[in-house]
Structure formats: C-alpha cells, structure tokens
C-alpha cells in the first residue's frame, strides 16, 4: 500500500506525516509513507489546499489533518 503526505512541509504537513506513520503502525499494515513536496506533483492530485492524504492513489482528505483513527480506517479499508 503506498500512502502519500502531499505538503510543502509546514507543521500541519509534518503532523499528517507522523499521524499516518502511527495509523499504519496501528493498522498493521505493509505501508510506505512518503512525502511529496513539489507542488507540480501535489497539483496533480488536484489539490490545491495542503496538507493532502493520498492512499493508493486516491486523494484521502486535503486542507485539514484527519485523525489518526480517521486515516487507520481509510488504511483498513484500502487493504480489504
């Protein structure tokens, strides 16, 4: 499963990035997190209000920082 932190890095960015590691640690679940801070590839996604959550190529949540239990669902639902 591959999870994205979409974000030029702010704090809000940094926090997302830490709640997704501990969502996928909780989860159980074969995970990468990685960030991406070049705005031409966040603005692929359609995003256009940071920090973004992408999992597996699908855009999770944008302009806000979801729970850690909020992004574990996504993840528990993404592995089926």
């Not at 990468?32 to 949540?61: C, F, H, Q, W």
């Not at 979801?66 to 993840?75: C, D, G, L, N, T």
């Amino acid at each position: 499963m591959e999870i994205k932190v979409l974000g030029p890095g702010c704090r809000n960015c940094e926090k997302l990035e830490a709640d997704a590691k501990q969502a996928v640690k909780e989860a159980g679940a074969d995970s990468t997190v990685t960030k991406v801070t070049d705005m031409a590839e966040i603005m692929r996604y359609g995003v256009l209000s940071t920090p973004g959550l992408v999992i597996n190529g699908k855009v999770k949540s944008y302009g806000r920082l979801p729970s850690v239990k909020e992004i574990r669902a996504w993840i528990e639902d993404e592995k089926g």
